[in-house]
């Protein structure tokens, strides 16, 4: 299991629920495709990768998943001059085509024929992993490689905020589920300067957490009709701008519902099930002409241009984000299969979960 100078420790899963902790081969930066091998600092856990290693699986086996992760430049391919061996990097983990419309326009998240790392090809759940240099984003000065790991996320956040046509100064939001990435939403628009921000969840330590992030309005949905609260708290009118955070049915209904006259509400949370709309909800949609916004991913630009990264990682270097307070654990790769199935079987309270490879160099 201990890694020698060609290879590397990684967590490769062989299929649904076989998860082991292994010595492969340490990639090599290849010229003209991933040229660049990056040395993990933190990987975070998505909520997507419990499902993907227990239940539904990747694209092909063995596969290394993890696609939050950032980490400093190892090695690159001969040729390349845009980063160097030490740069401290953020990682864009979708790897496009470069040749369908989308991609031509930069809009990489709509890429036809797409593969991505940690899904449809090894992943940063390891010590190393190879990118290209055009997904590379440069760290700043004061932004840890933890805080780093989260740029994909906070990413995703912010991407679903701009959907939604942003948030301007005085708008009233609601966000129903507040994992990592719904309190990420929260932050985003508190510092839009949203004048209320309503925040729903059914676990108590989620409530608990967004309360000590300085969120004032947090709600157990389980306690209260959310709808009703909403309707309480905006006197009738709805909120502005509302977001689906869990991708449970009862969720996005609650968020249509909660739309006020020419409100916006934003999908952001993966689907868990079919949703049945009631017609009287319908109705109501239509009559308030509420706009739906579906969001995935977020926006990267490879020609350096200002996209959801770089405003991410310019975020945390100047405290407008902070994105410490997420992480309740950091784990080694040689703990991570416990901590990984922990989560699938909800022992303790999960936010933002690290996995962080020890360093060679001490």
């Known amino acids: 299991m201990s890694p020698s100078e060609d290879s590397m420790q990684a967590l490769v899963l062989h299929g649904v629920g076989d998860l082991r902790l292994e010595a492969v081969p340490r990639p090599d930066p290849e010229p003209g495709s991933r040229g660049v091998l990056v040395r993990i600092g933190s990987c975070g856990v998505c909520g997507s990768d419990i499902p993907r290693i227990f239940s539904k699986g990747t694209y092909s086996f063995p596969t290394v998943c993890g696609h939050e992760f950032a980490g400093t430049v190892e090695a690159v391919a001969a040729g390349i001059d845009t980063v160097a061996p030490g740069d401290r990097v953020a990682v864009f983990p979708l790897l496009w085509c470069g040749e369908c419309g989308p991609c031509r326009e930069e809009k990489y998240a709509q890429c036809v024929d797409y593969d991505y790392l940690g899904s449809r090809c090894d992943g940063a759940f390891a010590e190393y992993v190879t990118a290209p240099p055009a997904n590379l984003v ?169 996209d959801d990264w770089r405003d991410v990682l310019s975020a945390m270097a100047e405290g407008t984000l902070d994105l410490e307070p997420l992480i309740t654990h950091r784990i080694p790769l040689d703990g991570a299969v416990d901590v990984l199935e922990g989560m699938k079987e909800r022992r303790e309270f999960f936010s933002k979960v690290l996995i962080q490879p020890a360093r060679r160099d001490g």
């Not at 301007?168 to 990435?181: D, K, L, R, Y």
């Not at 108590?204 to 969120?215: D, N």
């Not at 389980?222 to 709805?238: C, F, H």
């Open 138 to 306: 440069p760290v700043p000065d004061g932004v840890s490689l933890e805080e780093a790991a989260m740029t994909e996320p906070a990413a995703v956040a912010l991407h679903a905020v701009r959907r939604g046509c942003g948030c301007s100064e005085g708008e009233t939001v609601a966000i129903f589920g507040i994992g990592p990435i719904g309190l990420m939403v929260a932050q985003w628009v508190r510092a839009a300067g949203a004048s209320r921000i309503l925040l729903f969840d059914i676990e108590a330590a989620k409530l608990e957490q967004a309360r000590k992030m300085g969120f004032e309005d947090v709600f157990d949905s389980s306690a209260a009709d959310p709808v009703e609260v909403v309707e309480e708290r905006s006197g009738g009118e709805g909120v502005d701008l509302a977001f689906d955070g869990a991708g449970v049915p009862q969720t996005l209904l609650e968020a249509m519902a909660s739309a006020c006259r020419g409100g916006r509400v934003v999908m952001l949370g993966n689907p868990s099930a079919d949703v049945n709309l009631p017609a009287t909800l319908i109705s109501q949609l239509m009559r308030r002409e509420a706009t739906l916004y579906g969001t995935w991913n977020s926006h990267f630009s490879s020609s350096g241009d200002t």
